[in-house]
């Protein structure tokens, strides 16, 4: 996939943008499916342009869409979502990689270091996995309580860890002993 869709930036005009529209075929689909572990994927597409930016850097800006099938946190029943979301990347000549270990990428970073080629393919397939629901859940679908606790031993519920539950019989305890 990546071969056919990479645009390399010797042969990009600086002058004008350079459009593309990804339909991936079904084979595609179904590659990009298992990859990202999906039930199902539909519908995707990947459209817009690559323009300079500055005499060096380039910037990709297009719509991301897709129809997304996963199972469901709660029920592992199949969700259905709908991507649309817009898509970002700056590609900078002199992108350095950060030297601290400890080195926190800010969130929503946009930037990436400038190869020989850019690949909208691949922008498109870690759009689509950034994109997806972390978490998702059929309508309806809720966490049952859960207790755990030792055999022959209660339960501990919500209301038994409560700040100041236990209060209440603490005092009642107090006043039959007055």
């Not at 990479?6 to 990804?22: G, I, K, Y």
């Not at 597409?45 to 910037?59: I, M, N, P, Y």
């Not at 000549?93 to 969130?107: L, S, V």
């Not at 919500?158 to 107090?174: C, H, N, Q, S, Y």
């Amino acid at each position: 996939m990546s071969n056919q869709t990479s645009l390399r930036v010797a042969d990009l005009p600086q002058n004008a943008p350079t459009p593309f529209e990804l339909r991936p075929t079904s084979s595609v689909l179904d590659a990009i499916k298992q990859d990202l572990g999906l039930l199902g994927l539909r519908k995707l597409s990947f459209v817009g342009e690559l323009r300079a930016q500055g005499k060096r850097d380039w910037t990709l800006t297009g719509k991301l869409g897709a129809t997304v099938i996963q199972p469901c946190v709660i029920t592992l029943e199949p969700v259905t979502t709908r991507i649309d979301t817009p898509v970002t990347r700056v590609f900078l000549a002199d992108w350095t990689d950060p030297d601290e270990p400890e080195f926190e990428i800010p969130e929503g970073d946009e930037t990436e270091p400038l190869g020989a080629e850019i690949d909208p393919a691949l922008v498109m397939v870690e759009a689509l996995s950034l994109a997806l629901p972390q978490y998702p859940r059929k309508d309806g679908a809720e966490l049952a309580q859960a207790d755990y606790t030792e055999p022959g031993k209660q339960a501990l519920t919500d209301e038994d860890v409560k700040p100041f539950a236990g209060l209440a019989g603490l005092r009642d305890a107090m006043k039959k002993d007055e």
